[in-house]
């Protein structure tokens, strides 16, 4: 498996608009557009940073993964993933079963920007949600 970069940060937010004020307003990090993931039950902002991005997560179901997280966290958001972008995100799935690594997706599906994404469990990563994905 070849992981090129740190693709993003998944940050969790309660409110979107709250969210940008510090990542946006304070940081000064340009957001990029918004993009709901319906099968994610997500909407996703992403915000450049050099050569990666961080990614505010809202959810638009209190059944959605977000939501939970953020019901977990006492309500409260904060850092929910990371995601590294791989070369080819088929091989390194195979590769990771291959070394007994437990997936939250055993194939590929599509997330935000029509990437090709894929979750490991925290069990199998010290507690750590990662994400890997696969841009064209």
């Known amino acids: 498996m070849k992981i090129l970069k740190i693709d993003h940060l998944g940050i969790a937010v309660p409110n ?17 557009g918004s993009e709901t993931v319906e099968e994610q039950k997500v909407t996703t902002v992403f915000l450049p940073v050099g050569d990666s991005e961080v990614e505010l997560l809202v959810s638009t179901s209190p059944d959605g993964p977000i939501a939970k997280f953020i019901e977990k966290n006492g309500g409260k958001g904060g850092f929910q993933h990371v995601a590294f972008r791989v070369e080819n995100i088929e091989e390194a799935l195979k590769e990771l079963q291959e070394k007994g690594v437990a997936l939250i997706d055993k194939t590929p599906r599509i997330g935000a920007g029509g990437a090709k994404i894929a979750f490991l469990h925290p069990k199998a990563t010290g507690g750590v949600l990662v994400e890997i994905s696969e841009r064209n």
Do not use: P, R
């Open 16 to 32: 979107m608009e709250e969210g940008k004020k510090f990542w946006a307003d304070v940081l000064g990090l340009k957001v990029e």
